[in-house]
């Protein structure tokens, strides 16, 4: 692991599944991999996180994970963003926006 | 929405199906183990290193995997299990508390919970037959004669039956509550009911048993010669062991019919009330005059499914009117009421019943605002560590939370408790129930009281829960900390005084309810009842027509002799001063009349009333042997009372060519007001229906006083008395006045009436007095009930204001200490400490007695020679309170005056 990369804070990882999901539907493996891939490696999604925040955001409702066979034996579980999901990322996104723009402001003066 | 919902459902799938869940994370980290090798493998790794690599990569699948299973979980069920353990610990470390949270809750929902089985079981609850609101009770009326709910006529009958077209089916009945049936050997009373054969299905409840009767033929008559009886359930089980061959059977009723058992009815068939027998009687489509004018059946009928009670009721009184126009003799002046079966049943109950329900309810209300009261202060108490645990980082609403907890495991406990006390509070009310109360079997604990009692269960929980949740919301939390806070906070202190004023309200109203009732019952008891019960005993006698030795089927003057002859042994037995017997006793009555009118009324002849309706009389008929007046101690005011030489040689009896002499009658003071206001009634000749038959009339030779015979509460209707020579009969309630104790001498006049005479069989002996009581019952009864009530919401309410002005002395020691130090009087202490806890009192009053007076427009339906605004009642109210709360007040107060200044000092 690079000195540059760093786990995922707890709060954002949300929002990362979120926008992951919102690409098209992903099995657990794929979003990690998908959020690596997109932040060019600089964020690794620890599996310890990934699966209670994956169940967490099942239980809100905002995605819905579901098996799908991979083949005549093999099946994995994808979520699927809902659409109190959809409405969950623009609501968190804008919130993230605002944060960073917050903490930039500060860290400015 | 539907999104949360789902994820609810998953929520929920997997804590039920846990293992399913376990496998599926499983197989999901599996999968993810497997892509992340394959991965690996594509970079270069050969498999068995990028498996490794990958699993090392993972890391620990179990630490996350109880992390997944952490967020799956119903995390408040855990919660919910901490509370309940928490509360339950509490509880035991505090068992006083608890006892008396949870014995006031008892008493509270165990009252509700008996009197709600009782609303439901007799109001609530549909009648036992098939569409039971569809069913309807006639009565006919006359305004003139003050009738509102009269029994009806044959005729009367007949003519609705074949006219209406709102009732699909009508039907009579009659009880005989003593008929006497000989099954095999024995000889028994059994309540026997004559009945239309239609009976049966208009209600809707087929016997269980047999069949019902066969309907009438054209002619109006029964298609069959033999006598059929449909037997009750409970009469089946006692005398045939329940054997289902009893239908064929044949028992013998009074006169030696035999009678073929055709049906036997289910248990709980209950119509007419108490019937165990029921025999069918046909009125044809024509019927007689006399059959027009002699109202003395029940009736019920059956709405057609498209028919409304208003539109029965418009066409009945419709037809009424044209029986009024084709009848005048005998329907001019009458009209027809109809009446849910329902309401006639048990209307005269609602009343009572939900004024009982209000008072307990109140009870209820009282014992939550105590309940409540002592989770406050158990709340100030634990302030200190409310307030630890806040510091130390509980949440609000795990605070919240608990208290909700705590609320709902008391209100459970005191719901368990209160639900087995009402099982027993039940039966002790149908026990203490006055006698003829509708109904009274169908109350029981059933699933509807359940639920009931549940939900009053549920609102306790979340009053008793919610208001120290409510205080424990913002915990003091600096102050709470702070030693030597004895005087700091202060959480519901406030609200505390408010529910002690809410409880003084609502127990002045109950104190002022039961005042009423009281007074109304004193004036119901001090009604002149018209004759003297004390001393005199009374026993219902009769001559089983077998017993007698009369050859004739006319046994009359066989009876009028034995009867005479037991009455003059009887009262020439030491001991026992008079004794005499009449048809009916006082306060027995049912309220049937007969027809009565002037002998020389214009169109009277014989047996047959005066046509105009204007002359034809309604009077209470009673027959008494000669001694009943004195006996009673009935006033003659003028005339004479009967004498022995009022009586008929046997030929009039039996001998119908024999012409009918003049009989005797003595009026009552009513019946001389009525029909001859400011006139001398005496000597004038009156016929009456029934005593026409051995009499061609009656001369008046007598004036007594007024007896209520109906009821203690219904004013003295004309009545006229015949003497029992001259119109004998086979049952008879006997009068005996005794010199001792009226309960002392039963045994021995039991045994008295079987030596004198063998054939004579006694159904019930007892007190005079007893007959009393019986008729004042029913509101002794919610005397009784609202006096125990009002008495428990007392004492709670007692409690309550204690515990508030206790707890306000204990606050105040070390001010009250720093204030006697300084030298402030005992006046002022007392000022200090009532100033304070007593307004809240005053205002509860103040609000009680405006309750008071609108709760009692409620009722006046229950009161008797007193209006629900009475100044005495409330009075008697306010000072009994008064009276109490002092007391209650005494102890605390008598402590802060004993306050001494070191004492105070010392209270940290």
Request: with cysteine; aromatic share 6%.
């Amino acid at each position: 692991m690079s000195s540059s990369s760093h786990d995922v804070l707890r709060g954002t990882l949300d929002l990362l599944i979120l926008k992951t999901l919102a690409l098209e539907p992903q099995h657990g493996w794929a979003i990690s991999q998908r959020i690596q891939q997109l932040s060019a490696d600089a964020l690794q999604v620890g599996q310890g996180s990934l699966y209670p925040a994956l169940q967490r955001l099942e239980q809100r409702g905002w995605i819905d994970g579901a098996w799908r066979m991979m083949g005549p034996q093999r099946r994995a579980r994808y979520y699927t963003l809902t659409g109190s999901g959809r409405r969950a990322l623009a609501t968190e996104t804008s919130r993230w926006r605002a944060y960073v723009a917050t903490v930039e402001l500060i860290l400015q003066t | 929405m539907r999104d949360r919902l789902r994820g609810w459902g998953k929520r929920l799938r997997r804590m039920v199906r846990r293992r399913t869940a376990e496998e599926e994370l499983r197989e999901e980290l599996a999968f993810h183990l497997e892509m992340e090798s394959a991965h690996r493998a594509g970079e270069g790794l050969d498999p068995a290193a990028a498996r490794r690599t990958a699993r090392v990569a993972f890391g620990g699948t179990e630490r996350f995997k109880e992390e997944v299973r952490e967020v799956q979980r119903f995390r408040w069920v855990e919660d919910l299990r901490r509370d309940l353990r928490q509360a339950a610990r509490s509880f035991r470390r505090t068992p006083g508390f608890t006892a008396a949270v949870v014995a006031t809750l008892a008493l509270g929902i165990g009252a509700n919970t008996a009197i709600f089985s009782a609303v439901h079981g007799i109001l609530l609850k549909p009648l036992p037959y098939h569409q039971p609101d569809r069913l309807v009770r006639l009565w006919e009326t006359n305004q003139a004669a003050g009738i509102d709910r009269g029994p009806v006529a044959p005729g009367t009958f007949v003519d609705l039956r074949s006219r209406s077209r709102t009732l699909e089916s009508v039907a009579l009945y009659f009880t005989s509550p003593d008929w006497l049936v000989t099954v095999g050997e024995t000889t028994r009373e059994v309540p026997r009911a004559i009945v239309s054969p239609t009976l049966f299905d208009l209600l809707g409840i087929p016997p269980i048993l047999g069949r019902g009767f066969l309907g009438e033929t054209d002619s109006g008559s029964l298609p069959e010669e033999t006598g059929q009886v449909i037997i009750g359930y409970g009469f089946w089980q006692r005398e045939f062991g329940g054997r289902a061959d009893v239908i064929g059977q044949t028992i013998h009723s009074e006169g030696n019919t035999p009678l073929e058992i055709v049906g036997v009815m289910p248990a709980g068939f209950d119509f007419p009330h108490g019937a165990q027998a029921w025999t069918p009687e046909a009125h044809g489509p024509t019927v007689g005059r006399v059959q027009r004018q002699f109202r003395y059946y029940g009736a019920v009928g059956r709405l057609r499914p498209d028919a409304t009670l208003p539109e029965a009721q418009a066409e009945a009184t419709a037809i009424a009117r044209q029986l009024e126009a084709d009848h005048p003799a005998s329907n001019a002046g009458w009209g027809l009421r109809l009446e849910s079966l329902h309401t006639s049943l048990v209307g005269d109950l609602r009343p009572m019943l939900w004024v009982m329900l209000a008072v307990v309810g109140g009870v209820l209300l009282i014992a939550c605002g105590n309940v409540v009261n002592l989770m406050l202060a158990r709340s100030a108490a634990r302030q200190r560590e409310v307030a630890v645990r806040a510091a130390l980082g509980a949440e609000r609403r795990h605070l919240f939370r608990h208290w909700l907890v705590e609320g709902a495991l008391l209100a459970t406990l005191g719901g368990v408790a209160g639900m087995a006390l009402a099982a027993g509070l039940i039966r002790l009310l149908v026990r203490l129930a006055p006698d003829g109360l509708p109904r009274l079997d169908e109350v029981t604990l059933s699933l509807p009281v359940g639920l009931f009692t549940l939900g009053i269960t549920t609102l306790t929980a979340v009053v008793a829960g919610l208001t120290p949740a409510w205080h424990a919301r913002r915990p003091h939390r600096a102050g709470a900390l702070r030693v030597g806070s004895a005087d700091g906070g202060n959480p519901g202190q406030t609200t505390r005084a408010w529910l002690v004023g809410g409880e003084v309200a609502l127990t002045l109203m109950l104190l002022a309810t039961t005042a009423l009732l009281l007074r109304s019952f004193i004036r119901l008891s001090e009604v002149p009842l018209g004759f003297q019960a004390g001393g005199v005993v009374t026993a219902d006698v009769r001559f089983p027509s077998g017993r007698l030795q009369s050859e004739n089927r006319r046994p009359w003057f066989e009876l009028a002799q034995r009867y005479q002859r037991l009455v003059e042994e009887l009262g020439s037995t030491p001991g026992l001063t008079t004794a005499a017997g009449i048809s009916t006793l006082p306060l027995t009555d049912d309220g049937l009349e007969t027809t009565v009118w002037r002998r020389d009324a214009p169109g009277a002849e014989g047996r047959r009333p005066p046509p105009s309706a204007h002359d034809q009389w309604l009077a209470e008929v009673h027959v008494v042997t000669p001694e009943y007046f004195r006996t009673m101690g009935i006033p003659v005011h003028s005339g004479r009372a009967f004498e022995p030489a009022d009586r008929f040689p046997a030929e009039p009896f039996n001998d119908p060519t024999v012409p009918r002499p003049m009989g005797a009658a003595i009026i009552n003071e009513a019946m001389a007001r009525r029909h001859w206001p400011g006139q001398d009634p005496l000597g004038v000749q009156i016929v009456t229906f029934n005593g026409a038959i051995f009499a061609a009339a009656h001369e008046i030779v007598g004036v007594v006083g007024d007896v209520r015979s109906r009821a203690v509460a219904e004013p003295p209707r004309p009545a006229v008395y015949l003497p029992f020579a001259q119109l004998p009969r086979s049952d008879l309630s006997l009068v005996v006045r005794t010199a001792g104790s009226p309960s002392a001498v039963i045994p021995a006049l039991a045994a008295r009436l079987r030596d004198i005479d063998r054939d004579l069989v006694v159904s019930a002996i007892r007190p005079l007095d007893a007959v009393v009581g019986q008729a004042v019952s029913r509101p002794r009864f919610t005397l009784a009930l609202a006096g125990a009530f009002a008495g428990l919401a007392l004492l709670l309410a007692a409690v309550g204001i204690q515990g508030v002005i206790g707890y306000l002395v204990v606050r105040r020691t070390r001010e009250i200490g720093v204030r006697t130090a300084l030298g402030a009087s005992r006046g002022d202490i007392l000022r200090l400490v009532l100033g304070e806890g007593l307004r809240p009192v005053l205002l509860g009053i103040l609000v009680g007695t405006a309750g008071a007076l609108f709760l009692a427009r409620g009722l006046a339906g229950l009161l008797f020679g007193i209006g629900p605004v009475d100044p005495v009642s409330l009075g008697l109210a306010i000072a009994v309170f008064t009276g109490t709360a002092t007391i209650a007040t005494l102890v605390p107060v008598m402590r802060a005056l004993r306050v001494a200044p070191t004492e105070a000092l010392r209270v940290e």
